[in-house]
């Protein structure tokens, strides 16, 4: 096994140096943190998780969960490290970010196939079989001989990350502790509003002052990710129908559903850093203040990270890259992670590990064995894959998979459970039947 350059030391950059590394590559992994910050990541630590800490529902019959099913099957290396360090939240996997970086972190420094470069890397020119992995903060420099080498404008969007408070400093007389509809540990800390709180807050959101984006670049957010701002300006409702649904968050002290309801998130072990569930915001700093003060239970709050807003880059994959990420003009250029067209931490994570059987192939001088298409990997990378105008990264989800044609009155769970089966069947069969491709 030969040399592979890996730029870009964050999710999907790491669980790619691990996969190949483990089948004996050397791997040379650059990162620029610490010395090229970005506006994202506080750390210099390897896969450090820059928003929520959540890598979602761990449950089958959740696309989420299927995902994370089926990576394991595939050997992925990161969310068996997320499981050792999570942190209780229900039915997500929520996670301790320091102690998973650092445990990440740890285990690249030991690999003895790994050498980790502490360098920003600012052009394509680069020895191959190399993975960019450079994520929706990628430096500038780069950034820029991307948008040559793709011969047209690279696609951006805008995201915005959501503020976090000292759990502590909610008034334990209003907020309550629950899961949605009671399944699992009640890991939540719910905040219910009445109607007139409700209408003061969307009054507030409605009045306040906002980050400016630059003026030459358009706005335009991941849909499942909107700013309360922009759920607010499609109408009064649509925060209590989105992120405040109080829907099976019944007040323990009146038994009932509550007008509308915040829920807070645990984002660390001991529980005091709590994170404000959907509540992503561009908001200046003095009005988020102003609007957590007024939020109910909440006059004495302590709060311990603002929201934020960031450019979050990704290519136009259907275009530059083949069915498995590699580069359709540089033979042995690889993309990884968000900027690929894949949307969330763990999607991410599962396209190093597509990237690293594609290059393990090469190695033996095989085609790629196509990842089925009942699988929800299959189906993610065939949606990112499939050309089309306006291309926006893809998250998991149901909706991608071939339909079963057995829908008809079975539920909804009942359709979900039977493809997930169908779908990790398919992967465990895939790996049975390639086993050249795995450690
Ligand atoms: C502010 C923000 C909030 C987000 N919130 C969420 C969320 O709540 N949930 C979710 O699922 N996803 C969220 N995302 C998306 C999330 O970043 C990705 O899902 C995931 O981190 C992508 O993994 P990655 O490995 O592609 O990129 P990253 O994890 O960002 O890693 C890229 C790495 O490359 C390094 N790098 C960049 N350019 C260079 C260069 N030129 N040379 C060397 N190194 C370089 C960076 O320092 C970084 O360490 C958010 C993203 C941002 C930026």
């Known amino acids: 096994m030969g040399e592979v350059t890996i730029v870009g030391g964050g999710l999907a950059g790491c669980e790619a140096a691990l996969q190949l590394a483990d089948r004996g590559f050397q791997v040379r992994l650059f990162e620029m943190r610490p010395e090229t910050p970005t506006g994202a990541h506080k750390t210099d ?74 360098r920003r890397v600012d052009s394509l020119d680069i020895p191959t079989p190399a993975v960019i992995a450079t994520g929706p903060l990628t430096g ?13 404008e690279h696609l951006y969007f805008y995201d915005a990350i959501a503020p976090s408070i000292d759990g502590d400093s909610v008034d334990p007389a209003v907020g309550y502790w629950a899961s949605r509809y009671g399944k699992g540990e009640a890991d939540y800390l719910n905040i219910p509003f009445t109607r007139d709180e409700y209408r003061r807050l969307i009054e507030f959101v409605r009045g306040a002052q906002y980050a400016q984006s630059h003026a030459f670049e358009e706005e335009k957010y991941f849909e499942a990710c909107l700013p309360i701002e922009v759920l607010v300006a499609r109408g009064e409702d649509t925060l209590r129908f989105g992120p405040m649904k109080p829907k099976g968050l019944a007040d323990p002290r009146t038994g009932r559903d509550p007008y509308a309801v915040l829920q807070l998130r645990k984002e660390s072990r001991e529980g005091s850093l709590m994170g404000l569930v959907g509540f992503q915001t561009r908001m200046t700093w003095a009005c988020q203040k102003e609007m957590l003060r007024m939020l109910p239970g909440c006059s004495d709050v302590s709060v311990l990270r603002f929201g934020t807003i960031h450019r ?18 540089r033979p042995g250029l690889h993309f990884a992670g968000q900027i690929c067209g894949v949307e969330g931490y763990v999607e991410s994570i ?90």
């Open 312 to 329: 979050n880059i990704f290519l136009d994959i259907p275009t530059l890259c083949d069915p498995y990420l590699r580069d359709r003009t």
């Open 140 to 152: 500038e420099a780069l950034s820029q001989a991307l948008v040559s080498h793709c011969t047209r």
């Open 45 to 118: 630590r390897l896969a450090e998780i820059v928003c929520s800490n959540s890598f979602k529902s761990t449950l089958l019959d959740t696309a989420s969960g299927l995902l994370k099913a089926e990576m394991d099957v595939l050997g992925c290396e990161l969310v068996p490290v997320a499981r050792e360090n999570s942190v209780p939240a229900g039915h997500a996997l929520g996670i301790d970010r320091d102690l998973f970086s650092s445990a990440v972190t740890e285990k690249i420094a030991k690999h003895p196939n790994i050498t980790v470069e502490r």
């Open 350 to 439: 599962m396209s190093a590990i597509i990237v690293a059987l594609s290059i393990t192939a090469a190695s033996h001088g095989r085609e790629m064995p196509a990842i089925p298409k009942e699988t929800m990997i299959g189906s993610l990378m065939d949606y990112v894959h499939a050309p089309r105008k306006n291309f926006q990264p893809m998250n998991a989800n149901f909706g991608l998979l071939p339909s079963n044609g057995t829908g008809g009155r079975r539920t909804r769970q009942t359709r979900h459970e039977s493809a997930a089966k169908a779908a990790l069947t398919a992967m465990e069969t895939y790996r049975r039947e390639n086993p050249w491709l795995f450690p």
